[in-house]
C-alpha cells in the first residue's frame, strides 16, 4: 500500500488561489497514475484531476480552465494547483492513485478547502 499524505488546503475567498500538495510513499511512484478527487458534504467523491505516469493530464468539466494538476516524480509529489475558485470547490480534497477513474489505494486524511468570503 501506498501512504499518501494531503496538505495545502484552508479558507479562501471566491476568485482566489490555493495549491494543494500530496506526498507519496514507495519507490513506483513514477510508474502510478495519480489523482486527485473531492468530497462536499453529502455528495460522493467525485474524480476532478489526473495525471498519468506519462505525464498526460485531464479534467473535470466543472474544474476545466481553472485546475492544474502536476507531478514531481523526485519528490514523490502531486499537486492540485486552484485558481479562480468558486464556493462549490468547498470540499475535502484526497489524492490517491488512479485505476479506471477509481482510487485504488488507502484514503489518507483529505485536506479541507473552503471557498468563502
Known sequence: QVQLVESGGGLVQPGGSLRLSCAASGSAFSSY??????????????????VTSGGTSDY?????GRFTISRDNAKNT???????????????????????GKGINAWGQGTQVTVSS
Do not use: I
Not at 497514475?33 to 489526473?50: I, N, S, T
Not at 473535470?60 to 476545466?64: A, E, F, G, P, Q
Not at 502531486?78 to 479506471?100: G, H, I, W
Open 78 to 100: 502531486v499537486y492540485l494547483q486552484m485558481s479562480s475558485l468558486k464556493p462549490e470547490d468547498t470540499a475535502v480534497y484526497y489524492c490517491n492513485r488512479v485505476m479506471f
Open 33 to 50: 497514475h495519480m489523482g486527485w478527487f473531492r468530497q462536499a458534504p453529502g455528495k460522493q467523491r467525485e474524480l476532478v484531476a489526473r
Open 60 to 64: 473535470h468539466d466543472s474544474v476545466k
